[in-house]
């Protein structure tokens, strides 16, 4: 069972990354036309600004989960050494757990407050702000499954000690 959840798990990692990736390289892209347009041309275009905003709240919530499934979350470990093994195992079950569980009120909240937008639209791009909310449920439901995952991995195969100098997560 954990080998078809670390599957599905690095399916969506894989997804989450191409699409950060995707989104990374239109923000650049629209905002290099915007420069050259602005200083070579003396003219803009109204909605690049608006759209690379969005855009970036869209790669800060799909990173978010890889930096969750590669356990690479900002963390202070010095005194992880002095716990004894099994106390830290449960202490590390208890904190994904309950991050879980605020992750999934950030999947419910974001998801009322994506209806809620849904009834008006951006003032550039004329999209409804749906899809521009709907980042926060979607990232924080990725990074909800991928803390559960790491949950069951300390429950199966113990805690991990990762090398916290070493940046793991791909974008």
């Not at 909605?47 to 890889?66: C, Q």
């Not at 963390?75 to 991050?99: Q, S």
Request: charge should be positive; aromatic fraction near 12%; proline fraction near 4%.
């Amino acid at each position: 069972m954990l080998i078809f959840v670390e599957r599905i798990a690095g399916l969506l990692g894989a997804v989450a990354s191409v699409l950060a990736r995707l989104c990374l390289i239109a923000i650049a892209l629209v905002l290099f036309v915007q420069v050259v347009l602005r200083y070579g041309f003396s003219s803009t275009l109204p909605w690049p600004e608006e759209m690379s905003r969005y855009l970036m709240i869209w790669v800060v919530m799909l990173a978010g989960s890889l930096l969750v499934k590669d356990d690479q979350l900002v963390r202070v470990d010095f005194f992880d050494r002095f716990w004894p093994e099994r106390l830290l195992l449960w202490r590390n079950i208890l904190f994904r757990v309950l991050l879980a569980m605020l992750l999934g009120v950030m999947v419910w909240k974001g998801y009322e407050n994506a209806l809620f937008g849904a009834r008006r639209q951006a003032v550039t791009l004329g999209i409804s702000f749906y899809w521009i909310y709907l980042a926060v449920p979607v990232g924080a439901g990725l990074m909800m499954f991928h803390m559960l995952v790491a949950a069951l991995q300390d429950i199966l195969r113990g805690p991990r000690r990762a090398d916290p100098s070493i940046l793991n997560a791909e974008i």
